[in-house]
T-cell receptor
Framework: KAGVTQTPRYLIKTRGQQVTLSCSPI?????VSWYQQTPGQGLQFLFE???????NKGNFPGRFSGRQFSNSRSEMNVSTLELGDSALYLC????????????????FGPGTRLTVL | GDSVTQMEGPVTLSEEAFLTINCTYT??????LFWYVQYPGEGLQLLLK?????DKGSNKGFEATYRKETTSFHLEKGSVQVSDSAVYFC???????????FGRGTQLTVWP
């Protein structure tokens, strides 16, 4: 079974631009979560989608948004990029049967490395 | 709220040494606990998990026991190898569906 895939793997943008990152979950998984990883802040939760609905959101500004499609694939968008948005963005998928539970294991993709100049 | 406190490194060991990485948590309800490992340039890989008190997760020689009385989930390995060099993250799956709470990570370097 294929794992979680993320595209692109690397991105270089300049301040003020916007960017869209894509995540394809493991087949059959319905929940997709996004995290930002930086050396200073560690792993921070961005948001989670289940059945095309955002269920939970972390403490990030409105410039960070996302969506999920009917096939469970997900995208996140960052508008008006700032230097501090440079990070590794990780997507994770989990089964989410019956809406999910705390025991659901999240499987991570390789990440998208975003550099903002 | 839910949170994880993890021993910060770096940790440097010789091959075949014993490894312990401490992890304690705060949570409401009955969380699940995970250890993930991250190799350079890669995403996180699940190493092991435990879903209830006294459960022991194990994989590739690594073990961790879910201790509710001490709110801990320490990672151990009896004999580390050079190939175990990586960053290890303790994580908690709690009351917020789809969200894992992570520790800050522990960099492990094993020398031959």
């Amino acid at each position: 079974k294929a794992g979680v895939t993320q595209t692109p793997r690397y991105l270089i943008k300049t301040r003020g631009q916007q960017v869209t990152l894509s995540c394809s979950p493991i087949s059959g998984h319905r929940s997709v979560s996004w995290y930002q990883q930086t050396p200073g802040q560690g792993l921070q939760f961005l948001f989670e989608y289940f059945s095309e609905t955002q269920r939970n959101k972390g403490n990030f500004p409105g410039r960070f948004s996302g969506r999920q499609f009917s096939n469970s694939r997900s995208e996140m968008n960052v508008s008006t990029l700032e230097l501090g948005d440079s990070a590794l963005y990780l997507c994770a998928s989990s089964l989410g049967i019956f809406g999910g539970s705390s025991t659901d294991t999240q499987y991570f993709g390789p990440g998208t490395r975003l550099t903002v100049l | 709220g839910d949170s994880v406190t993890q021993m910060e490194g770096p940790v440097t060991l010789s091959e075949e040494a014993f490894l312990t990485i401490n992890c304690t948590y705060t949570a409401t309800g009955y969380p699940s606990l995970f250890w993930y490992v991250q190799y350079p340039g890669e995403g996180l890989q699940l190493l092991l998990k435990a879903t209830k008190a006294d459960d022991k997760g194990s994989n590739k020689g690594f073990e961790a026991t879910y201790r509710k009385e001490t709110t801990s989930f320490h990672l151990e390995k009896g004999s580390v190898q050079v190939s175990d060099s990586a960053v290890y993250f303790c994580a908690l799956g709690g009351s917020t569906l789809g969200r894992l709470y992570f520790g800050r990570g522990t960099q492990l370097t094993v020398w031959p």
